[in-house]
């Protein structure tokens, strides 16, 4: 049995570092220090398993140029970029709902130590 197509991409996409990754990705190739540098938080091996995830499922390649040191370069893919939009969108509406959620989060919070 076929898993589920939206649970298939949402294990990758739904990944905390996954949108930030393609987004920062958005204006072009970039190197893994590059990345790691416009992504606070992400460590190294974090990045890594991101990209790896990424590429696997189609919507990042990895090209390496030999030079000394090795040229390493990540860049989204036609289907990729087809995320973006997607990501923006969502992007838009975290930003104008965050006070929303925020107030949710402290009224539920509130809720839970009164009933403890």
Known sequence: ???CPTRQVMATVGDKW????VNA???GPRRHGELRTRIAGASQKMLTQTLRALERDG????T?????????DYEL???GRSLLPVLQAL???SETHIEDVLTAREAYD???AANA
């Open 1 to 3: 049995m076929a898993l």
């Open 18 to 21: 996954a949108g930030l990754v």
């Open 25 to 27: 990705l958005a204006d």
């Open 59 to 62: 919507l990042v390649t990895r």
């Open 64 to 72: 390496v140029t030999p030079s000394v040191p090795v040229r390493v």
């Open 77 to 79: 893919t036609a289907l």
């Open 91 to 93: 992007k838009a509406w």
């Open 110 to 112: 509130a809720r839970e």
